[in-house]
């Protein structure tokens, strides 16, 4: 029935005393993880994503390109780094407002726990980033299987040093939780409840990798890497019934991704190698 925990899974109410429900407030509402919240998730992030971050920063930009004298065009932002990273952040922000409206303003829940997560022990963590670490280690040693190309369009934004760290810290600091948090959150709660689990693994772990597509366009090597990933993800959130492993391997595996392309670009003054994700 939808907003029952499905059997043999983690329920939200069995979670820890700090990561547990206020006294009365039940999280299996009939309404939440419905399928018009579904379909409401996606047409609102479709549009934040397409339409509403970018006009944002556009008009940011034009703003504020007088006052601080900068002299990139408009039309040149479309291949900006910096640029692209601030509307992904805004697009981030913008989600998680949505998200966080509609499971504790909208249905009053508790928010975190509404989306699977609970506390990792100290040593807990730190196997499930050393897990990570070990996917990164096992997808850069990994025989290529599909034709491969080494500039596909996410290696091209890697256009200087300054641009190599802000995107190498967006994808350690923000990336990881932005988008557990969307899949294996958000997507993974309305495919469990609806579903079931085994759906909600597999639709999360294909989801994700369709993100990927535009950034791997041509590479179909790394793209089957990074499917691989997702896969990886969604198994720990699906078996472990907590969304927090997730997020600490996708964290380690791409800190473990951006250290390995440092070294392999001498501390990023000499791009053009190639990395997964």
């Not at 919240?37 to 006009?55: E, K, Y």
């Not at 473990?256 to 440092?262: E, K, S």
């Amino acid at each position: 029935m939808p907003g029952e925990v499905p059997e043999g899974q983690f329920s939200p109410e069995t979670a820890s005393p700090a990561g547990a429900p206020p006294r009365g407030v039940s999280l299996r509402s009939p309404k939440l993880w419905s399928p018009r919240d579904l379909v409401l998730f996606l047409v609102v992030s479709a549009l934040l994503l397409v339409v509403v971050s970018p006009l944002l920063m556009y008009a940011a930009y034009a703003t504020l390109r007088p006052v601080f004298g900068w002299r990139t065009p408009v039309q040149a932002l479309s291949n900006n780094p910096f640029f692209l990273l601030a509307v992904q952040a805004v697009f981030h922000a913008l989600v998680l407002g949505y998200v966080y409206f509609l499971i504790a303003v909208n249905y009053r829940q508790p928010f975190w726990v509404a989306l699977g997560w609970r506390r990792l022990a100290p040593r807990q963590a730190m196997l499930f980033f050393l897990g990570g670490t070990l996917l990164c280690l096992a997808v850069q040693l990994a025989p290529p299987v599909l034709p491969d190309r080494e500039d596909f369009p996410l290696l091209r934004l890697f256009t200087s040093p300054q641009a190599a760290y802000a995107i190498a810290a967006f994808a350690v600091l923000v990336a990881p939780l932005m988008e557990e948090l969307i899949f294996r959150g958000v997507l993974f709660r309305f495919f469990e409840f609806q579903v079931g689990v085994r759906f909600a693994v597999l639709g999360t772990a294909v989801l994700f990798a369709g993100m990927h597509v535009p950034q791997y366009w041509g590479a179909w090597n790394h793209l089957l890497l990074v499917s691989l990933v997702g896969v990886a993800f969604s198994l720990a959130r699906g078996l472990t019934g907590s969304l927090a492993p997730s997020v600490v391997l996708h964290v380690a595996y791409n800190a473990g991704l951006m250290v390995a392309f440092f070294c392999e670009t001498n501390q990023f003054r000499a791009l053009g190698g190639g990395f997964v994700s």
